[in-house]
Structures are given as structure tokens and as C-alpha cells.
């Protein structure tokens, strides 16, 4: 993640890059080693008559899908976005490129949110009127408290966990991801559904 003064913006702070730029590292690496698999698994190998081409091609849709999602994830996230201070206004934009502009009295909260998913600490930027939820482990939190504290700009540590509904009355304007608001919701899809996509790797495969 990069913090760039300005004299206009007074600070912008991007993404850290180098998870996308490990993963791009990876992809030569792997690609030979991939050709040489998917080979063995048209033609087989001995005594193996192999999938045929229509088994690869489906092996490769099946896999390709939620390995394409995070890639998608992962490339919009780091490019589109961004925290940045100007002229007393913050604004915060997320990866489908949705701003958040919240005007002075501007705070930051570290909180911990009462949910049965994992989240660990989590910063709340803003105040009553408009607020941004960002994950610091996606920011670097060093950073963005050195680039907050050089603008004057308050934070505050709180000790206590937050429920869902108490950040939403102290913060009522605050956009809430859908697995914390209903997180057995989103563990019970999340489970359906990869039982489900199990099912369909299998259901495929045995009739090739």
C-alpha cells in the first residue's frame, strides 16, 4: 500500500499490491506443469484411456469459476480502491468503484464486531452522518494511521465488542457486508453451496 502526499488531496492510500503481483508470479511457474496434466488427462497415461477432451473442457469451466471469481475480486479491489483526504473531506471507494464522501467531524474507531465469523479488528471511518467499514488487513494499518494522524484527524480504540445493531444505531448511515449483519445466514449458503458445487464436480465426472 502506497500513501502519496498532495498538496490538493493531503493524502491517497492504495491498496497493498504485492498479493496480486505474488499470484502473477505464480502463473508461469505453474503453466507448464498445468499443460502436462491437462495432456495426461485427455489421452491417459498406460492403460488409462484418459477424459477426452469434452471431460478437460468440463474439468476446466468447473475450476475456472471460483478460481475466476477471486482473481476478479482480488484485480477490482486493488485497482479501483482507495482512501483519500482532501480539503477536509474523506472519501473511501470500494472495488465496484462505490464512493463513501464524508465531510468534517471526521474519526476513526477501531472496533470488534460481535459476529460468528472471524473479523477481528475492523476500522470504522466517519461519524453519524456517513461512515466507511474498512478491513485493515487490506491497508496496512501502520500506514493509514500515520497518513490519518498527520492530517490532525482523531481515532479511537474500543475496548468493548460491538453487535451489529449497536454500530448501527452509533453509526446508522454505516454499509454493513451481508455475512456480519446475518452471519449464520451466510455460513449455512456458504455451506450449501459448496456441498452443492461438490456435488456437481462429482455428478459431472461420472458421466464423462
Not at 502519496?4 to 511457474?29: C, E, F, M, N, Q
Request: hydrophobic share 50%; net charge positive; aromatic share 10%.
Amino acid at each position: 500500500m502506497t500513501a502519496t502526499p498532495d498538496s490538493r488531496i493531503g493524502w491517497l492510500i492504495l491498496p497493498d499490491r504485492s498479493r496480486i503481483l505474488r499470484v502473477v508470479a505464480v502463473v508461469p511457474a505453474m503453466a507448464l506443469p498445468s499443460a502436462g496434466f491437462l495432456l495426461d488427462l485427455v489421452y491417459g497415461t498406460g492403460a488409462d484411456d484418459g477424459l477426452g477432451a469434452a471431460g478437460v473442457a468440463a474439468l476446466i469451466v468447473l475450476f475456472a469459476l471460483p478460481v475466476g471469481w477471486y482473481l476478479s475480486y482480488t484485480c477490482l479491489f486493488n485497482w479501483r480502491s482507495r482512501i483519500e483526504y482532501r480539503d477536509g473531506v474523506l472519501r473511501v471507494r470500494n472495488w465496484v468503484s462505490r464512493s463513501i464522501v464524508v465531510a468534517a467531524p471526521i474519526s476513526m474507531s477501531v472496533i470488534s464486531i460481535d459476529a460468528s465469523t472471524s473479523t477481528g479488528q475492523m476500522l470504522v471511518l466517519g461519524n453519524r452522518d456517513a461512515a466507511a467499514l474498512v478491513n485493515p488487513r487490506q491497508w496496512s494499518e501502520p500506514t493509514l494511521m500515520a497518513a490519518w494522524h498527520s492530517a490532525g484527524l482523531p481515532s479511537t480504540v474500543v475496548a468493548a465488542s460491538h453487535s451489529v445493531q449497536e454500530l448501527r444505531r452509533k453509526f446508522p448511515r454505516l454499509r454493513i457486508p451481508l455475512r456480519l449483519r446475518y452471519p449464520k445466514t451466510f455460513t449455512t449458503l456458504w455451506t450449501v453451496g459448496a456441498i452443492g458445487y461438490i456435488g456437481l464436480v462429482i455428478n459431472v465426472f461420472a458421466r464423462i
